[in-house]
């Protein structure tokens, strides 16, 4: 059985996930909560002074989803998203993600309903809104399994359902 004892992220150096505030978000994290297991994964090789971290690059499947399930909350620093996929997979295995309000991430996620949104490059609101919640286990198993409910609304049948409503519709 995996423990469900600290947060995780990925780490991506593309201009668009905001690497430089995921490294913020995370050194602040470590700094004011030094015993919180910090879980990374990614395609990039680990930034050099993130020793602190538990940093896994190129996860396979099975490791990707023992790190959400070791995470309680899933940390996005996003500065633009398309339909996320990672916040889906966090949310599909009980994590409550802490996401900036790109147009993603906001299409999905309800603030304080099942997740949490901070504002695009306001990394000391992220610290502030994950050290809380981390701080209040009745909220954050509230939100995970709000954020459970939420992302089986995802899936590829519906979206498969909605594609066919949409294409039917045009034929009429």
Request: hydrophobic content about 35%; overall charge negative; aromatic content about 4%.
């Amino acid at each position: 059985d995996i423990e469900r004892n600290g947060v995780g992220a990925l780490y991506s150096t593309h201009p668009n996930k905001a690497p430089e505030d995921m490294e913020c978000v995370l050194r602040e994290l470590h700094e004011s909560i030094p015993e919180l297991p910090i879980h990374v994964l990614g395609t990039n090789a680990c930034p050099p002074q993130r020793s602190f971290v538990k940093y896994t690059q190129l996860p396979t499947v099975d490791e990707a989803r023992r790190i959400y399930n070791q995470s309680k909350v899933w940390i996005v620093t996003s500065r633009t998203e398309g339909l996320p996929g990672v916040v889906l997979e966090a949310m599909s295995c009980g994590c409550v993600v802490a996401s900036t309000d790109n147009a993603g991430s906001a299409e999905i996620i309800s603030h304080s309903k099942d997740g949490i949104l901070t504002r695009i490059g306001e990394t000391d609101q992220m610290v502030h809104a994950v050290s809380e919640l981390l701080q209040k286990p009745t909220e954050l198993e509230r939100l995970a399994e709000a954020s459970r409910s939420r992302a089986s609304d995802f899936t590829w049948a519906k979206a498969a359902d909605k594609m066919e409503s949409f294409l039917s519709s045009l034929n009429r």
